[in-house]
Structures are given as C-alpha cells and as structure tokens.
C-alpha cells in the first residue's frame, strides 16, 4: 500500500456494499485486494494499471517472467482481450464459464495491458462467484493471482491470505473458507488447443463438452 495504512476487512455477506465499495476504491487507486473465487482466495489489481500489476507481483515476491492471469465478468468480454479465436475456443468458454477453466489466448494487438513478461499472449478465466463477478462488472478486469506469497500455500482463508501479504493489500475481502485447493484447468488456445494444467476439469470434461476439441484421439 502507497499510503501505509492498515489494510481494511470487510465480510462479504453482512458487509456486501461496503466491501464492494471499498474494492472498487482500491482498484481505482491502484492498490492491491484480496477477492474470494471459486477456488482459492486471490490477489487482484487494476489490469490496465502497469505500477498495479508490479505491485501485486512485489507483494507476492514473484518475478515478471510469471505474469498473472486476467478476470472478467462476462464470457463475451474474451473477444475485445484476444483476438485469432476459433469456434472452439468460443465454445470451451461458453461451456465453461463461470468456472474453474482458464485459458490462455493470444492477445488483442491493441490491447495495452502490461503484466509481465507475456508475450503477446493473455490468460484469461470468468471466476464462478457472485459477488467477485459484481466486483468485475464494477472494476473491469482484474490481474489476479492466488492469494499467497510464492512457494507457500495458496490461502484458503482470509486469515491466510492476511497473513502472508499484510498491508500489501489495502483491501481484504471475506467470504468465507474457500472451496478447496484444485486450481483451474488451463488450456492453451494460441494454437492447436493443449492442456497446460489439469485441474478441477479434466481433458474428458473438456473434450466431451467441445467434440473434437484435442483432435481425433479426444
């Protein structure tokens, strides 16, 4: 946090306004926040925001050969990050969104978005959770990372999460024991679609969902 104050907390059920205020106030300041998702709690920053995006990564002690991926609300928000889409890479977010499914794209050549060292490819995943998804409408996209200094667990809690990034974040946003550990499944569609990282969906999922999607042997 630029101004070093102590991190505000807030529960997402009892405190929902609050919490999305505060949220939204810090992003807009370029400062770091803690966000629920459906599977692990996440540190997230303005995606459009470069000294944003560093700052997560500084709070994480990561380099920026790990860039982080991007969240949206809406499935139809892909088209204006990626561009070269095919109607199966359409159709695996449509299947799968709001959920456990990440996928990484290549990148609008007009976007000016600055997290890392990318390439000129973007990851991309709509969160399965209401109130982060409100959060997104209000924000817009978000860079987010698990919740978590690198090399040590992901939090599953607030309190985890609190306790590995301090005031680094401004904002802490509680909604409870996340569900569980298995991240998202990330797939890779810059080209011939490939799994990078088997997670919560599995290739039958993906492939049962998209005929065709891994080719013949799917």
Same mark, same amino acid.
């Given at each position: 946090?630029?101004d070093?104050?102590?991190p505000?907390?807030?529960?997402c059920?009892t ?5 999305? @205020?505060? #949220? *939204?106030? #810090?992003?807009? /300041?370029?400062?770091c ?11 997230? /920053?303005n995606? $459009?925001?470069?000294? #944003? !995006?560093?700052?997560?990564?500084d709070? %994480? ?7 982080p991926?991007v969240?949206?609300?809406?499935t139809?928000?892909?088209? +204006? ?12 977010a %449509?299947a799968?969104?709001?959920?456990a499914l990440? !996928? ?5 050549? @007009?976007?000016?978005?600055d997290?890392?060292?990318?390439g000129?490819?973007?990851a991309?995943?709509?969160p &399965?959770h *209401? $109130? ?7 924000t817009?996209?978000?860079?987010? +990372?698990s919740a ?14 609190? *306790?590995?990034?301090?005031?680094s974040?401004? !904002?802490?946003? @509680?909604a409870?024991e996340? +569900?569980?550990?298995v991240?998202?499944?990330?797939? &890779?569609?810059?080209? *011939? ?14 492939a049962q969902? !998209?005929?065709g999607? $891994?080719? @013949? &042997? #799917?």
């Open positions: 946090m630029t070093q104050q102590a505000q907390r807030f529960d059920a405190q929902a306004d609050q919490a999305m @205020d505060a #949220a *939204e106030q #810090a992003v807009a /300041a370029g400062a926040i803690v966000l629920p998702t459906d599977t692990v709690y996440g540190i997230g /920053a995606a $459009f925001d470069a000294a #944003a !995006v560093q700052g997560l990564l709070a %994480k002690q990561r380099g920026r050969d790990m860039p991926p969240l949206v609300a809406e139809s928000m892909l088209r +204006s990050l990626a561009s070269g889409l095919t109607r199966e890479g359409l159709a695996l %449509k799968f969104w709001p959920g990440t !996928v990484v794209v290549t990148a609008h050549p @007009d976007l000016r978005l997290l890392g060292d990318r000129n490819t973007i991309v995943r709509v &399965d *209401e $109130f982060t998804r409100a959060l997104l409408r209000r817009g996209p978000l860079a987010v +990372s978590n200094v690198s090399g040590r667990p992901a939090a599953h809690t607030v309190d985890e999460a609190l *306790e590995q990034l301090g005031d974040v401004a !904002v802490y946003l @509680d409870g996340a +569900s569980g550990p991240p998202s499944t990330i797939v &890779d569609l810059t080209g *011939e679609p490939r799994i990078l990282r088997e997670g919560r969906l599995t290739r039958e999922q993906l969902a !998209v005929p999607l $891994f080719g @013949d &042997d #799917a």
